[in-house]
């Protein structure tokens, strides 16, 4: 059984740093592309940052040069690291991987950028 689980949301001011973690369980992350996504109350899901299988990365939009996503292999986890938070950053923050068959996806974890 495939199992994500996000974690190291929280509340940070403007400006302040988080790393968020996806532990994988039942699937092997360096094979497949992993990807960050956020969603904010009545908006659509966005794709922020993957690292494929070959440790490609790719950050996307406003988040790039602020957000870097990162893998070890050795923990079976997906990382995103977070700078010069701003509050439009403010969502639930998901990882994804998708293989031939299946999407899946972790419970999410929010980050509040907020005084």
């Known amino acids: 059984q495939v199992q994500l689980v996000e974690s190291g949301g929280g509340l940070v001011q403007p400006g302040g740093s988080l790393r968020l973690s996806c532990a994988a369980s039942?699937?092997?992350?360096?094979?497949?592309?992993t990807n960050w996504f956020r969603q904010g109350s009545g908006r659509h899901r966005e794709l922020v940052a993957s690292i494929g299988s070959g440790a490609t990365t790719n950050n996307e939009g406003p988040v790039k040069g602020r957000f870097t996503v990162s893998r070890d292999d050795a923990k079976n986890t997906v990382y995103l690291q977070m700078d010069s938070l701003k509050p439009d950053d403010t969502d639930i923050y998901y990882c994804?991987?998708?293989?031939?068959?299946?999407?899946?996806w972790g419970q999410g974890t929010q980050v509040t950028v907020s005084l």
């Open positions: 039942g699937i092997d992350v360096s094979l497949y592309t």
């Open positions: 994804n991987i998708v293989t031939y068959l299946q999407s899946y």
